[in-house]
């Protein structure tokens, strides 16, 4: 080989190895959650300024991490990316050849990632040094997991699997109960899930109790949602919502298409986005329609309240801005590609993703 083909080889290896190397938080940064999250300004009147547009390395593939510091998320380029909100600049990275399978949860100062390999990995890695302090192979994953009383808890194909934080030692499970999907949510001690598809259950975690059950009538297809009441979509079209205390049927409605996306609450009413490419308010007490906005898109990103407006995306590739109240246009973004997850709001901005490798970051007309 002569002198300039082997300069050009190892030209080629430093240059793929800087590319693919992880990059850690700065010993003089804070690491994520030190800091309080900032509540948005009351001020805000619905309409939206582009502070800045930044194109990242993949896609972002998971929801968006926020706490006013920082925006945490997985890429479709298989790295979980810690980017300044300030500024859009990237503070760390963590490569991953496998991919990352479920979004990422930061407890203290690490990341916990969940890995696409064969069984199913979760890695416990220090932000400050990119390094993996604890990992445990847990077979079949099936739903994102969740933190709960220092524990963190995954869904499987059959069962939940509960681990120790941080050293992700074994710490109980619920074999036998079928695949777990949609994810588990957690509230005041108790854990909520759906088990085989049609079996929603309460779970008191630190007694290992079963509170109740109560089977759905239809196989769930959207992620639960936690606020007066726990909600969730059915398959044949419909948005239930159950009682807390003992699973009972507050109330159904039915839309056109399954329901796939979160719901939010304010005050008394509820949002939520459908795949028949609308956007609605309904009444929490009863699930009656108050308003509805047609999209040129499926709707599968949670709506969010920013007062006065209810901000979502969808994948006509435009953000909204409605009243709370009226379903009025306040104002829209028309992004570069499409928008499938929820809008973070913290420090009187508004940060989005869209499908084609940007992050957007708005602020509030005042």
């Not at 190397?21 to 300024?49: C, I, T, W, Y």
């Not at 604890?134 to 739903?143: N, Q």
């Amino acid at each position: 080989m002569t002198v300039w083909r082997l300069s050009y080889l190892i030209l080629a290896i430093l240059l793929i190895g800087g590319c693919t190397r992880s990059k850690h938080l700065s010993r003089k940064l804070e690491p994520f959650g030190a800091r309080p999250r900032p509540q948005p300004a009351v001020s805000f009147d619905g309409r939206m300024n582009l502070v800045y547009e930044r194109k990242i390395k993949g896609s972002v593939d998971s929801p968006i991490r926020g706490d006013g510091q920082y925006l945490g998320f997985n890429s479709t380029y298989q790295r979980f990316m810690l980017l300044d909100q300030k500024t859009g600049d990237q503070k760390a990275r963590i490569k991953n050849r496998y991919g990352l399978a479920f979004p990422p949860l930061m407890h203290d100062s690490a990341v916990i990632l969940v890995q696409k390999v064969p069984y199913g990995r979760v890695d416990y890695i220090n932000l400050y040094t990119t390094g993996k302090t604890a990992e445990r192979g847990v077979k079949e994953i099936s739903s994102e997991p969740i933190i709960a009383i220092d524990r963190l808890i995954l869904g499987t194909a059959d069962g939940l699997r509960f681990l120790t934080l941080p050293d992700l030692l074994p710490d109980g499970d619920t074999r036998g109960e079928g695949a777990i999907y949609p994810g588990p949510v957690f509230d005041s001690g108790i854990v909520y899930y759906v088990a085989d598809k049609r079996q929603m259950t309460a779970r008191d975690v630190e007694k290992d109790l079963v509170l109740w059950q109560d089977s759905l009538e239809a196989d769930a297809i959207s992620k639960i949602s936690f606020g007066r009441f726990i909600y969730l979509g059915l398959a044949d079209g419909r948005l239930v919502a159950l009682d807390k205390v003992d699973g009972h049927k507050v109330w159904e409605h039915f839309f056109i298409l399954p329901v796939r996306g979160e719901v939010a609450e304010y005050g008394e009413w509820l949002y939520v986005g459908g795949t028949d490419r609308r956007i609605y308010c309904l009444a929490i007490s009863d699930g009656r329609e108050i308003w509805s906005f047609e999209t040129e898109g499926i709707v599968t990103a949670t709506p969010v309240v920013w007062y006065p407006a209810v901000v979502v995306g969808s994948q006509d590739r435009k953000l909204y801005s409605l009243h709370l109240e009226t379903g009025a246009l306040l104002d829209s973004w028309q992004l570069q590609g499409a928008i499938t997850e929820a809008v973070v709001i913290a420090d009187d901005r508004l940060y989005v993703a869209d499908r084609k490798n940007r992050i957007y970051c708005f602020e509030g007309k005042k």
